[in-house]
């Protein structure tokens, strides 16, 4: 897989922690039979569905509450709550929606489940660079993989990034399955914020 590229600042001397989902490329479409007109806004399945919290889905084909429905390939809605049959969208206000009549689909990438992946990250002020400034890993528990909701936070306590002392570094994240098989996760640059409040 073609590792996804994110940059991110970190704020010296505070704690940076970062949560990330591994979606695969298989779609799941799960029927839609009603949509509140509420704040927040919660969907109805028709039958289970696997959705953790923190997923991103795309709403398509909702019948009468045309507003909900996801336009354009980037619109994606955040799930904040579950149950077997409904999720909700904490950011999604449908009181002045169309009210729903019938049809549509919650669309979204099956996640990629963690059991048995080990994860290591490491920081380097350039790529060419052989030394490292720090490395995260499953091992140490500065990353966990969380089986149960298919998520890998990240967490570089605060006394870390206080000892920071570049201005700009790289970083790589690899997951390692358990076959041994090493996939490129993640990568990009990391700005640092210098610490005022010290």
């Keep these: 897989m073609d590792p996804a590229k994110i940059n991110y600042k970190i704020y010296q001397g505070s704690t940076f922690q970062e949560t990330l989902r591994w979606e695969s490329d298989t779609k799941v479409y799960v029927p839609i039979t009603a949509i509140t007109k509420a704040a927040p806004c919660v969907i109805t399945t028709t039958s ?11 709403v398509s084909n909702a019948g ?80 966990l993989l969380n089986t149960s909701d298919n998520t890998i936070f990240l967490t570089i306590s605060a006394a870390i990034t206080r000892a920071f002392a570049f201005d700009s570094a790289v970083y790589s994240l690899e997951l390692t399955n358990t076959s041994g098989v090493v996939m490129p996760f993640m990568s990009g640059n990391i700005t640092l914020v210098k610490e005022i409040t010290r």
Excluded at 48 to 58: D, E, K, Q, Y
């Design 64 to 143: 009468g509450m045309k507003e909900i429905n996801s336009v354009g390939d980037d619109q994606y809605y955040v799930v904040t709550g579950v149950t077997s049959t409904t999720v909700t969208m904490n950011h999604v206000n449908s009181l002045g929606y169309t009210t729903f009549t019938t049809g549509g689909v919650i669309q979204y990438n099956q996640p990629v489940p963690l059991t048995g992946y080990t994860a290591q990250m490491q920081i380097r002020e350039t790529i060419d660079s052989s030394t490292v400034i720090y490395e995260l890993t499953s091992s140490s528990g500065s990353i």
């Design 48 to 58: 289970a569905h696997t959705i953790p919290v923190g997923w991103r889905i795309r």
